[in-house]
């Protein structure tokens, strides 16, 4: 499964036995992304910049 990363726009390939809550780093621009939503059809996923609870931005 594939999802285009929301800062470079790459391809980022999302295993199709990942879980919500997993993180997935762009290839291209080495972003973190949580997934937060999986389903046969789509996944969603947020920035995760830094793996841990600071939201400072
Ligand atoms: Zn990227």
């Known amino acids: 499964m594939k999802k285009d990363c929301n800062d ?3 391809e980022i390939n999302v295993p199709g036995d ?3 809550g ?3 780093t762009c290839p291209d621009c ?3 992304f ?8 789509k996944i969603e996923v947020k920035p995760a910049e830094s793996i841990g ?4 931005q």
């Not at 949580?34 to 059809?41: A, G, T, V």
């Not at 609870?53 to 400072?56: L, P, Q, T, V």
């Open 22 to 24: 997993e993180i997935v």
């Open 34 to 41: 949580e997934i937060i939503e999986k389903s046969e059809l």
């Open 53 to 56: 609870e600071d939201w400072g």
């Open 8 to 10: 470079c726009g790459a």
């Open 30 to 32: 080495g972003a973190n």
């Open 18 to 20: 990942s879980m919500v």
